[in-house]
């Protein structure tokens, strides 16, 4: 089955167990990836027809029953963060659409994309050094090449057995150039080819990733919402 078959409520609940390690009581644990970097206390996927909400493993359940009231028919965002400050002061908050991909669609051969393994490892060094010690975990890595240097990469942000999150990153001096949206798709279609379920999500801040969306013909399923005290 792939993102194809599933409807939104279901693909919201893979998207959630793709970013976060959940526990038995599908409470957050932590990051699915290697970091120090605390997990939200709350993080909720809303769809058109529902809204399924996650809490960090140590929120009181006093804490959950104030949020769970207010999150029956909205997300009040406002509200939500003064309930969150009766625990701990908030350090961020996070809204954002999140994507499907419909289907794979093949576009012209581009010599200039490649994928990145420990053989060509070297074309990351100028911009994305930091990805060489991270080649397994963040696998496919689909790059952009100019004069034998990566300069827009999508790879996995996070991934599990069923899905993968994108990555997306393009250096400065070329955006604006159509690029992203080429290593979008192509890394698209290698999670496909792997038979996992790529996800694309960003911030509502981020217009240019959103255009990136836009082009690639990606299908909002639902809006992501994350609070970290």
């Not at 961020?92 to 010599?111: C, H, T």
């Not at 070297?122 to 050094?129: A, M, P, R, T």
Request: proline share 3%; hydrophobic share 40%.
């Amino acid at each position: 089955m792939d993102s194809i078959d599933l409807n939104d409520s279901e693909l919201m609940n893979i998207q959630a167990s793709t970013l976060y390690v959940l526990n038995e009581d599908s409470r957050i644990i932590r990051i699915n990836e290697r970091t120090s970097i605390s997990p939200p206390a709350i993080f909720i996927g809303k769809t058109k027809s529902s809204t399924y909400t996650y809490f960090r493993h140590d929120i009181p359940q006093f804490v959950i029953d104030e949020v769970n009231a207010y999150t029956s028919d909205s997300i009040p965002i406002i509200e939500l963060c003064r309930v969150m400050e009766k625990y701990h002061n908030v350090t961020n908050l996070w809204i954002g659409p999140a994507y499907r991909f419909k289907q794979v669609e093949i576009m012209g051969v581009d010599s200039s994309i490649t994928l990145i393994d420990v053989s060509n490892k070297h074309l990351l060094i100028k911009y994305y050094g930091h990805l060489i010690t991270e080649l397994e975990d963040r696998a496919p890595i689909v790059a952009y090449i100019v004069n034998e240097e990566a300069v827009s990469v999508c790879c996995c942000a996070r991934k599990t057995r069923r899905a993968a999150e994108a990555s997306l990153n393009t250096a400065e001096p070329f955006r604006g150039q159509g690029i992203a949206q080429k290593v979008v798709h192509h890394w698209g279609n290698e999670i496909f080819r792997l038979r996992l379920i790529p996800i694309y999500s960003t911030s509502w801040d981020n217009l240019s990733s959103q255009q990136v969306a836009q082009k690639l013909g990606l299908v909002q399923f639902g809006m992501n919402y994350s609070i970290s005290t």
